[in-house]
Every structure is written in C-alpha cells, then in structure tokens.
C-alpha cells in the first residue's frame, strides 16, 4: 500500500505539470494570434538628407507640422539620431542649410519662398534639404 502523503505528492505534480503544459500552449496560441509587433521608425524618412547635411555641423529644422504633437516630437528626436553628428536647431532657422517637411507640396514651396531658400535634394516622402542664399 501506498502511504498517503506520496499519492499526495504524485496527484500535486500531475496537476503541477498539467497546468505548466496548458500555460504554454495558450502563451504559443496567443502569440501566435497576435503576430509580430511592428515598430515605426520615423528617422527613416530622413536618411538620404544624411548624404547631403553629413558635413554640416548645424541644420535648421522647419516643419508646418503641430511641433506640440508627440508624434511630431518623436519624429525631431528620430530625425536628429538618424542625422547624427548633424545637429537639427528647431528653433533657429538662420542657417545656411535646412531641413524642411511640411504637409503639402504648396505648404513646402511657401516655405522656400519665406525662408529665401533652394532646394538641394527632396525625397519621395516631401523632406527637403535646402539650401539658404545669402547666409553663410
């Protein structure tokens, strides 16, 4: 005869392994329902600008864009690693070169018109690298 603690024991580690088995199969089904996560990188929109701006110490930064927003946020921090060591100075747009994202192709060209500047290089996304007259 089997002393009752060791039934005890062996029916606790069944019930143990039972339940570990089942938390693993729900954690495998769940993960798999839910795919894989997706992350965005905003700094991408930005990295042909590096070629041009990879010698400049500073850069202007100029958006239309809510610059209060977090996404708006995000997307200066994401623009300043990626163009690294090029400084972006959102707050001082009297450098020789900028870098410009507005909404709009219109918004984009006022922009130019306003701050005196050409464009150098714009990508498929609508950032403009531009270049100031007159300021060296």
Known sequence: MV???????????????LNIALSIRFLLITNTKQGPH???????????????LNEI???????????????????LVQARLTLAPTVLDDQGLDHHFLL???STPPQALEALKKLNAQVIHMNSQGVIVAERRGVL
Request: with cysteine; hydrophobic share 40%.
């Open 57 to 75: 110490p500073v850069a202007g930064y100029y958006t239309d864009h809510n610059p209060s927003s977090l996404a708006q946020q995000a997307q």
């Open 100 to 102: 410009i994202d507005c």
């Open 38 to 52: 997706r992350t965005v990188f905003f700094g991408n929109r930005f990295l042909d600008a590096k070629r041009f």
């Open 3 to 17: 002393p009752k603690n060791r039934t005890t024991l062996i029916l606790a580690s069944l019930l143990l392994s």
